[in-house]
């Protein structure tokens, strides 16, 4: 029989399920059984199961248990429960991890214990996003006053088990049993089980080392989600509290204290219970309080005391005068601190003013690159909104220089007028591919919308802190999160920004793998689009167009064709061919003057004043960039792509990058400026490999892009319809890509063959049939019914 059986519950942990099967398995004990229980709504079929099928034989072997679907975190404890063999049963959850040696830890306290009931762990809670750290001593709770030795627990009175969640804990399974001990159905389990179980406990004992590292999960405690679930408080109070009858006072006395606290402070928080429910949980949260109030009891001092005093007293409408009296004393102190971006009393007051007026359920508020215009992912989802909903007024707000490039027709505000905080106060929707200003307030009741502006090649976020030349540059982390904070959805392109995206960003919100709504245009942009497009910005006729799109280097002061690491465009079209011209694009940072760079060549085209980067890309028949995000764009058009990476070893080193970018091009690579142009000259970029590279570089990054995305984000986030009714990816290999203009040229290079001729193909590619239609409809039959949406 094992000595442990580590129960897993594994429902909605499959992308950090793996890291905590390893921390058990490293544990290295013959006497350890793994029980994973899925309770998803696909049972055996759900995303967990296949992270436990890639670990078939593994040692310990894994158990798999299913609960019954949407029975809940309880019944699958209970399920892992029953299924146990192990002399003692730990619980940890499925994004959770155990600590190195963590299990040879408890088998000695355990053993210098005499093998007490409940052995009550140390544990730490991190955020998900942080590496495992080595076991410390943890936090100081109520226990780290217990005994050394085992103890009965009426000589640790405080430690009532109400802060104890079920995986701090290690329990005697006969014991367990003996007691039929159990999770209650729905909210508040881990009420119905630790503290029940340290009530029937005769002998105790602590572990003073951290067993458990728990990771806050990036959507926050599911108990701060609004509804009347949280009347399951009140029935788990109540459970425990009958459990006491007949126990001194000194026993009841702490754990009474710790559920009231509990229960007020859900009763005082508006966003656990909505306004209709607020007087009925009261009500019976005042009946529970007299039933069960032992003898003697003496509420606590200062705020909390008076509460306890008017919920015995039944008094509603006294305890929400003095909550709306805190409430007020803290808009008081924000007032008197609101951060610089609210210059001037009057600003302040206004906006404060406005924050009190209703919400306009109709009005949507854009903003794109702080301001610089009308752009990326922002600008196509009002676009698609003036489609499918007319009714909402969308407005983009911009810096005064951006005014003139708005396209006509489009309501925009400047930033920082009363205008720009009026519509941020009362605003239902807000979209960014940024963020807003730290001194907007988060209503109740708005939805923020995250779309993030590019594929995370560097890296981002949290992630940023590891580079010492980027984060100075980022500033307060702590901003950061509190921003980060406000999110509701947050839009992702494809798997890899997914996971990137909840490591560095972690909040509350829902991720939504819709693709990115900029890059519909490379699915429904037709031959006509792209000649026209061609035209405006002086491509000639018949041209072959290199874009040419560095990205910003964080160790670099502005954009220098002279160095290190870029290329001089002029010498870039030479290189590519008698007929080809360069679109230079820099980075956004390098244009906020507003106008285009002056270029000796008219080989030489600058774009990078134009307003749209996809435009841009449209244009281009092939592209040279090195770190630019752009490269997961373009990569839709499936057009040649060609990596110029000569200074990556610095840029990896101030920057930091998310994967190895060498070891899965979207085409050939480059070291040096020379190498490059070679490339060019031998056709590499129109190589079989070269595709190749593409194919597979589509297949990671563009699985979601199918010209379909802002549609999916309207319907979904501004029209409130549900995920099964979105429109279906269309998969990879059914798009159109808009087509191009003219292949890249692919120049002669003589080398003698066998019968000393030239051996190298030096004809290019037939280029794409011109498009003559639109791609299918949204509502095209796919067998995925709809696109992920992941909390």
Same mark, same amino acid.
């Given at each position: 029989?094992?000595?442990?059986?580590?129960?897993?519950?594994?429902?909605?942990?499959?992308?950090?399920?793996?890291?905590?099967?390893?921390?058990?398995?490293?544990?290295?004990?013959?006497?350890?059984?793994?029980?994973?229980?899925?309770?998803?709504?696909?049972?055996?079929?759900?995303?967990?199961?296949?992270?436990?099928?890639?670990?078939?034989?593994?040692?310990?072997?894994?158990?798999?248990?299913?609960?019954?679907?949407?029975?809940?975190?309880?019944?699958?404890?209970?399920?892992?429960?029953?299924?146990?063999?192990?002399?003692?049963?730990?619980?940890?959850?499925?994004?959770?991890?155990?600590?190195?040696?963590?299990?040879?830890?408890?088998?000695?306290?355990?053993?210098?214990?005499?093998?007490?009931?409940?052995?009550?762990?140390?544990?730490?809670?991190?955020?998900?996003?942080?590496?495992?750290?080595?076991?410390?001593?943890?936090?100081?709770?109520?226990?780290?006053?217990?005994?050394?030795?085992?103890?009965?627990?009426?000589?640790?009175?405080?430690?009532?088990?109400?802060? $104890?969640? =079920?995986? @701090?804990?290690?329990?005697? &399974?006969?014991?367990? /049993? *003996? #007691? !039929?001990? %159990?999770?209650?159905?729905?909210?508040?389990?881990?009420?119905?089980?630790?503290?029940?179980?340290?009530?029937?406990?005769?002998?105790?004992?602590?572990?003073?080392?951290?067993?458990?590292?728990?990771?806050?999960?990036?959507?926050?405690?599911?108990?701060?989600?609004?509804?009347?679930?949280?009347?399951?408080?009140?029935?788990?109070?109540?459970?425990?509290?009958?459990?006491?009858?007949?126990?001194?006072?000194?026993?009841?006395?702490?754990?009474?204290?710790?559920?009231?606290?509990?229960?007020?402070?859900?009763?005082?928080?508006?966003?656990?219970?909505?306004?209709?429910?607020?007087?009925?949980?009261?009500?019976?949260?005042?009946?529970?309080?007299?039933?069960?109030?032992?003898?003697?009891?003496?509420?606590?001092?200062?705020?909390?005391?008076?509460?306890?005093?008017? $919920?015995? =007293?039944? @008094?509603?409408?006294?305890? &929400?005068?003095?909550? /709306? *009296? #805190? !409430?007020? %004393?803290?808009?008081?102190?924000?007032?008197?601190?609101?951060?610089?971006?609210?210059?001037?009393?009057?600003?302040?007051?206004?906006?404060?003013?406005?924050?009190?007026?209703?919400?306009?359920?109709?009005?949507?508020?854009?903003?794109?690159?702080?301001?610089?215009?009308?752009?990326?992912?922002?600008?196509?989802?009002?676009?698609?909104?003036?489609?499918?909903?007319?009714?909402?007024?969308?407005?983009?707000?911009?810096?005064?220089?951006?005014?003139?490039?708005?396209?006509?027709?489009?309501?925009?505000?400047?930033?920082?007028?009363?205008?720009?905080?009026?519509?941020?106060?009362?605003?239902?929707?807000?979209?960014?591919?940024?963020?807003?200003?730290?001194?907007?307030?988060?209503?109740?009741?708005?939805?923020?919308?995250?779309?993030?502006?590019?594929?995370?090649?560097?890296?981002?976020?949290?992630?940023?802190?590891?580079?010492?030349?980027? /984060? *100075?540059?980022?500033?307060?982390?702590?901003?950061?999160?509190?921003?980060?904070?406000?999110?509701?959805?947050?839009?992702?392109?494809?798997?890899?920004?997914?996971?990137?995206?909840?490591?560095?960003?972690?909040?509350?919100?829902?991720?939504?793998?819709?693709?990115?709504?900029?890059?519909?245009?490379?699915?429904?942009?037709?031959?006509?689009?792209?000649?026209?497009?061609?035209?405006?910005?002086?491509?000639?006729?018949?041209?072959?167009?290199?874009?040419?799109?560095?990205?910003?280097?964080?160790?670099?002061?502005?954009?220098?064709?002279?160095?290190?690491?870029?290329?001089?465009?002029?010498?870039?079209?030479?290189?590519?061919?008698?007929?080809?011209?360069?679109?230079?694009?820099?980075?956004?940072?390098?244009?906020?003057?507003?106008?285009?760079?002056?270029?000796?060549?008219?080989?030489?085209?600058?774009?990078?004043?134009?307003?749209?980067?996809?435009?841009?890309?449209? *244009?281009?028949?092939?592209?040279?960039?090195?770190?630019?995000?752009?490269?997961?764009?373009?990569?839709?058009?499936?057009?040649?792509?060609?990596?110029?990476?000569?200074?990556?070893?610095?840029?990896?080193?101030?920057?930091?990058?998310?994967?190895?970018?060498?070891?899965?091009?979207?085409?050939?690579?480059?070291?040096?400026?020379?190498?490059?142009?070679?490339?060019?000259?031998?056709?590499?970029?129109?190589?079989?490999?070269?595709?190749?590279?593409?194919?597979?570089?589509?297949?990671?990054?563009?699985?979601?892009?199918?010209?379909?995305?802002?549609?999916?984000?309207?319907?979904?986030?501004?029209?409130?319809?549900?995920?099964?009714?979105?429109?279906?990816?269309?998969?990879?290999?059914?798009?159109?890509?808009?087509?191009?203009?003219?292949?890249?040229?692919?120049?002669?290079?003589?080398?003698?063959?066998?019968?000393?001729?030239?051996?190298?193909?030096?004809?290019?590619?037939?280029?794409?049939?011109?498009?003559?239609?639109?791609?299918?409809?949204?509502?095209?039959?796919?067998?995925?019914?709809?696109?992920?949406?992941?909390?």
């Amino acid at each position: 029989m094992p000595r442990f059986s580590v129960v897993i519950p594994a429902h909605g942990t499959a992308h950090r399920l793996a890291e905590a099967l390893d921390s058990v398995a490293g544990q290295r004990r013959p006497d350890l059984e793994v029980i994973v229980v899925l309770d998803g709504p696909a049972g055996s079929h759900a995303p967990e199961a296949d992270v436990l099928a890639t670990r078939a034989g593994q040692d310990p072997p894994l158990r798999p248990v299913l609960s019954p679907p949407s029975a809940g975190l309880g019944a699958a404890r209970n399920a892992g429960l029953a299924a146990a063999r192990g002399d003692y049963v730990l619980f940890l959850d499925g994004d959770d991890v155990l600590t190195p040696g963590a299990l040879d830890a408890v088998a000695a306290r355990l053993a210098s214990a005499g093998d007490p009931d409940v052995l009550v762990l140390g544990h730490e809670r991190a955020p998900w996003w942080t590496p495992a750290r080595p076991p410390g001593p943890g936090p100081r709770l109520p226990e780290q006053h217990a005994p050394d030795g085992p103890f009965h627990p009426a000589e640790v009175p405080a430690l009532t088990g109400v802060r $104890l969640p =079920a995986w @701090s804990a290690a329990y005697r &399974r006969a014991f367990v /049993a *003996a #007691h !039929r001990l %159990a999770f209650a159905d729905g909210w508040y389990t881990d009420l119905s089980f630790t503290p029940a179980a340290l009530l029937a406990a005769d002998r105790i004992a602590v572990l003073r080392r951290t067993v458990v590292e728990h990771r806050v999960r990036r959507q926050g405690s599911r108990l701060n989600e609004p509804g009347p679930h949280h009347r399951d408080l009140l029935d788990r109070a109540g459970d425990l509290l009958r459990r006491t009858a007949g126990l001194p006072a000194a026993r009841t006395g702490p754990l009474f204290a710790d559920l009231f606290a509990l229960v007020l402070r859900t009763a005082a928080d508006p966003r656990r219970l909505p306004a209709a429910d607020r007087r009925a949980f009261f009500a019976a949260a005042a009946g529970l309080y007299r039933r069960h109030r032992p003898a003697g009891f003496r509420p606590p001092r200062g705020s909390l005391g008076v509460q306890h005093r008017l $919920l015995a =007293a039944g @008094s509603h409408p006294a305890f &929400r005068l003095l909550r /709306a *009296a #805190h !409430r007020v %004393a803290g808009r008081l102190r924000a007032l008197a601190v609101l951060p610089a971006p609210l210059r001037g009393l009057r600003t302040r007051l206004h906006y404060r003013r406005a924050l009190r007026r209703p919400l306009d359920a109709d009005l949507v508020v854009y903003c794109a690159y702080w301001g610089r215009g009308y752009a990326c992912n922002p600008a196509a989802i009002h676009a698609k909104a003036r489609e499918l909903a007319p009714h909402l007024r969308g407005v983009f707000l911009v810096e005064p220089e951006a005014v003139p490039t708005l396209p006509p027709g489009v309501e925009h505000a400047v930033i920082g007028t009363r205008a720009y905080w009026e519509l941020l106060a009362r605003a239902t929707y807000l979209v960014s591919n940024a963020n807003f200003a730290d001194a907007v307030v988060k209503r109740p009741g708005t939805v923020h919308l995250q779309t993030q502006h590019g594929t995370p090649l560097k890296r981002m976020g949290l992630d940023q802190a590891a580079h010492p030349v980027v /984060a *100075a540059a980022t500033g307060s982390f702590a901003k950061l999160l509190a921003r980060v904070q406000r999110w509701d959805h947050n839009l992702s392109s494809n798997p890899h920004s997914t996971e990137t995206w909840e490591r560095v960003f972690p909040g509350g919100h829902t991720t939504l793998e819709y693709g990115y709504p900029r890059n519909d245009v490379y699915c429904t942009a037709t031959a006509r689009d792209v000649a026209r497009i061609r035209r405006e910005l002086g491509v000639p006729e018949g041209a072959t167009a290199v874009l040419y799109a560095p990205t910003h280097r964080d160790h670099a002061d502005g954009f220098d064709a002279a160095h290190d690491g870029l290329l001089d465009p002029e010498r870039l079209a030479e290189a590519a061919g008698e007929n080809a011209v360069v679109l230079l694009r820099a980075h956004y940072f390098h244009d906020r003057a507003g106008h285009e760079r002056a270029t000796a060549s008219p080989r030489v085209i600058d774009v990078t004043s134009h307003r749209s980067a996809e435009d841009v890309c449209l *244009a281009a028949d092939m592209l040279v960039t090195d770190y630019s995000s752009i490269m997961f764009d373009y990569a839709n058009l499936d057009r040649p792509i060609v990596v110029h990476a000569s200074d990556l070893d610095v840029y990896r080193a101030t920057r930091g990058v998310t994967f190895d970018l060498l070891a899965s091009p979207p085409g050939p690579v480059s070291r040096t400026s020379e190498e490059l142009y070679r490339l060019l000259a031998e056709g590499a970029h129109t190589s079989a490999e070269s595709a190749r590279l593409r194919a597979a570089f589509r297949a990671r990054f563009c699985p979601w892009d199918d010209g379909h995305a802002a549609e999916r984000v309207v319907r979904h986030v501004l029209l409130g319809e549900p995920p099964a009714a979105l429109p279906p990816v269309t998969p990879l290999p059914s798009r159109t890509p808009a087509p191009s203009a003219a292949p890249p040229e692919r120049r002669r290079v003589p080398t003698a063959g066998a019968d000393g001729q030239d051996s190298r193909d030096a004809s290019p590619p037939a280029a794409p049939a011109p498009r003559a239609a639109p791609p299918a409809p949204a509502n095209a039959p796919h067998p995925r019914t709809a696109p992920p949406v992941r909390n």
